[in-house]
T-cell receptor, first 116, second 114 residues
């Protein structure tokens, strides 16, 4: 079975500082990894994904994430946080092989607050 | 609009009643998914359609839940004999490619069972 852990319920960061939102995963095969963001009263929005290739992937709004196979991690990062980045962030994993291969398994989410 | 549309946005019903939630995916997206999000949790997979057929319904919690997509576009999630534990936000998503494509989510239907 696949699973995702987001160890921090909340992350606070000052505007202009770098931010990191942590994610670790467990999957039997090679994972497909995703980050989504949820703004209040809005649907989930896709940020970025890792399927294969370069371990560092860049996505929307200046976000990036690094796939680390040995640490089974896929942390979300941004060099300089904006107040408008404040939202709920979800990491998700998919095992593309075997039963349930089109199911995304989401973490519980991390609330990011960027302080002016 | 160009995005995934879900109706109703809010539904309040009484325990034991029947409920239908509708999803209109992005035009041309053949893959459609239903997820359920409870308070303080991430979305949980319910069912995946490729075209008209349910390719994976392993996430449906029990036989009170059923979903259809008769023409390969609009989908309806049906819940019979609702229970208080069914209260959640039901999310619909679609994608152009089920293989590697990212999911585009609607804003959800919030179901409250009294």
């Amino acid at each position: 079975a696949q699973s995702v852990a987001q160890p921090e319920d909340q992350v606070n960061v000052a505007e202009g500082n770098p931010l990191t939102v942590k994610c670790t995963y467990s999957v039997s095969g090679n994972p497909y990894l995703f980050w989504y963001v949820q703004y209040p009263n809005r649907g989930l929005q896709f940020l970025l994904k890792y399927i294969t290739g370069d371990n560092l992937v860049k996505g929307s709004y200046g976000f990036e994430a690094e796939f680390n196979k040995s640490q089974t991690s896929f942390h979300l990062k941004k060099p300089s946080a904006l107040v408008s980045d404040s939202a709920l962030y979800f990491c998700a994993v998919r095992d593309p092989t075997g039963a349930g291969s089109y199911q995304l398994t989401f973490g519980k989410g991390t609330k990011l607050s960027v302080i002016p | 609009g160009a995005g995934v549309s879900q109706t109703p946005s809010n539904k309040v019903t009484e325990k034991g009643k029947y409920v239908e939630l509708r999803c209109d995916p992005i035009s041309g997206h053949t893959a459609l998914y239903w997820y359920r999000q409870s308070l303080g949790q991430g979305p949980e997979f319910l069912i995946y359609f490729q075209g008209t057929g349910a390719a994976d319904d392993s996430g449906l919690p029990n036989d009170r839940f059923f979903a259809v997509r008769p023409e390969g576009s609009v989908s309806t999630l049906k819940i019979q004999r609702t229970e208080r534990g069914d209260s959640a936000v039901y999310l619909c998503a679609s994608s152009l490619s089920a293989n590697t494509g990212e999911l585009f989510f609607g804003e959800g239907s919030r179901l409250t069972v009294l």
